[in-house]
């Protein structure tokens, strides 16, 4: 059984030597291990932090709610910012410069409202009981096995198959989708190596292959549009505009991708933590089973307890905008064309917006975590993850209340994205 610390410390010595020459393109691995004791450093004495190459930094919660609010001024057109990058001719480039994410409006309007339609609050409440069939078959192996990996047999496994039933995606072509998204979002870290950019390239090419021909056989073949994404995206309209056949494709693979990797880490996050501090876990299990008789009681018990999650351990750590025109933020002056790194962790665990926000607090009532981010670019399927997390986790929990970790769980070791890659347990 694994009994050392998940999270390793970081001194505060050591946290203020990496916060002093912080730069995201140059990160020790210790900051990637635990980054929130440099977060804290870099909120108090340096919360608009001039990078090396020239952009800044934000860690205050306040800034970064001032920036998600004034989206005309705050760009999340990636056009300049990718070019250097990827190479403007390259499948990188072309996908996360027409994806819903890196867009403005009009096109970012457009989409979002397609996908929006399809993921009403009655359509997200009639998936729950495919979902709950899905998490128990996932347990029951589990269950078998007397064990598994927490991140490839369970975590990752939910988010392939809700986003692919949304989609359309037959079953037994989900296999690929996994490691396409991760090599798809992993390019989009601060540094990215020559391997990493051609399997980011060659992932969004094998998804637009594959999707070409879904979206082929979707127009001769169209499903619910209340239900399916794909045939909604495909059939909608908005203001009498339809989405082009890159916008469509590229978004599908958005889909695909967001959907899945920020869920995978919502899940296994929390279930790791839960190991991390068994205080929590007992405090959470003792109230699954005072609410056991009461669905709607033992629902918020589980919000409060992802919600928690979220802010704690962000699964999407780093957000990024361009300034349209000069600007302040935080009392500093910005020039257009200024390139502006969020810091969702950072901004979490801000304690003037969160009492105590080191402690996991999974009873925490007022928790207007930017997990989800805010304002217009707020993630469209946030109540989708909210259900996720729901029934995974407390699934999971009331199924194996004493699951333990056998080995130390590895983590994905990037700054964007938190979350981890495996994480063996065993279960009694």
Request: aromatic share 6%; glycine share 8%.
């Amino acid at each position: 059984m694994f009994q050392d610390q998940i999270t390793p410390p970081l001194s505060a010595a050591r946290a203020h030597e990496i916060a002093t020459a912080f730069d995201l393109r140059a990160l020790p691995a210790d900051f990637l291990a635990n980054p929130f004791p440099v977060y804290a450093a870099l909120r108090e004495h340096e919360p608009v932090r001039h990078m090396p190459d020239g952009s800044v930094f934000l860690t205050r919660y306040a800034d970064l709610v001032a920036v998600y609010r004034d989206a005309a001024t705050f760009s999340s057109d990636k056009h300049v910012e990718f070019a250097p990058k990827y190479g403007a001719d390259s499948p990188l480039f072309e996908h996360h410069t027409t994806s819903l994410v890196f867009n403005d409006p009009p096109l970012h309007t457009r989409v979002r409202k397609l996908i929006m339609g399809a993921l009403t609050r009655r359509a997200i409440a009639d998936m729950e009981p495919g979902l709950i069939a899905l998490v128990d078959s996932l347990l029951d192996r589990l269950e078998a096995q007397g064990g598994g990996d927490l991140i490839e047999d369970f975590a990752s496994a939910i988010p392939v198959e809700i986003i692919g039933n949304l989609l359309g995606v037959p079953h037994q072509d989900r296999g690929p989708l996994r490691a396409w998204s991760l090599a798809i979002l992993g390019a989009l870290e601060p540094v990215v190596t020559p391997a990493q950019h051609a399997l980011g390239n060659q992932s969004v090419s094998e998804m637009l292959v594959y999707l070409r021909a879904l979206v082929a056989h979707r127009r001769q073949h169209p499903g619910d549009p209340e239900h399916d994404v794909l045939t909604r995206l495909i059939q909608g309209e908005v203001d009498g505009e339809k989405l082009s056949e890159v916008e469509l494709l590229q978004n599908c693979i958005f889909l695909l991708n967001a959907g899945h990797e920020t869920t995978t880490n919502l899940i296994g996050n929390g279930l790791i933590l839960l190991q991390e501090f068994p205080a929590a876990r007992a405090q959470l299990l003792a109230d699954l089973q005072a609410t056991a008789s009461d669905a709607a009681a033992q629902e918020q018990v589980l919000t409060l307890a992802v919600d928690e999650c979220l802010r704690f351990e962000s699964s999407n750590q780093l957000g990024n905008r361009r300034t349209l025109k000069a600007t302040q933020v935080g009392g500093v002056d910005l020039p257009e064309g200024a390139l502006v790194t969020l810091c969702i962790g950072a901004a979490n665990r801000d304690p003037v917006q969160f009492p105590d926000p080191e402690t996991l607090d999974l009873r925490r009532a007022t928790n207007k975590h930017l997990a989800f981010g805010f304002g217009i670019h707020q993630c469209a399927g946030l109540s989708l993850a909210r259900l996720e997390g729901r029934i995974a986790i407390g699934r999971f929990l009331q199924r194996f209340p004493d699951y333990q970790l056998s080995e130390a769980p590895t983590r994905g070791g990037r700054a964007r994205f938190r979350g981890f890659l495996n994480a063996p347990f065993t279960v009694s």
